[in-house]
């Protein structure tokens, strides 16, 4: 079992950044995927960013060149920068991870967090 729980989530303006961490415990084995995807009010929920175990990184194309994902290793933490933010990014944003690889940024994991508001004005 995968334990994930996010934060970084807040307030900021259109343009501005933030940065979600999540601390992952627990064993995927590999190939595994770690990602991002998020839900908005009334909207079906989407796969944001993705990272797979041999360091690939997969982005929906709303986010390319705006957001990044990374991990820390050391200390088993996931991130998501994000940067040049548009209203339309506002959304709950969850940590999610999968033993299967990502071939594209997917909102279908095995395991989630309990999510983080994000809000873009």
């Known amino acids: 079992h995968v334990q994930l729980v996010e934060s970084g989530g807040g307030s900021v303006q259109a343009g501005g950044s933030l940065r979600l961490s999540c601390t992952a415990s627990g064993y995927l084995g590999t190939p595994y995927c770690l990602g991002w995807f998020r839900q908005a009010p009334g909207k079906e929920r989407e796969g944001v960013a993705a990272?797979?175990?041999?360091?690939?990184?997969k982005y929906t194309d709303s986010v390319k060149g705006r957001f990044a994902i990374s991990k820390d290793n050391a200390d088993n933490i996931l991130y998501l920068q994000m940067n040049s933010q548009k209203p339309e990014d506002t959304a709950l944003y969850y940590c999610?991870?999968?033993?299967?690889?990502?071939?594209?940024?997917?909102?279908?994991?095995?395991?989630r967090g309990q999510g983080t508001q994000v809000t873009v004005s």
């Open positions: 999610a991870a999968d033993p299967r690889y990502c071939f594209g940024a997917r909102y279908d994991y095995r395991f």
């Open positions: 990272l797979n175990s041999d360091g690939s990184t």
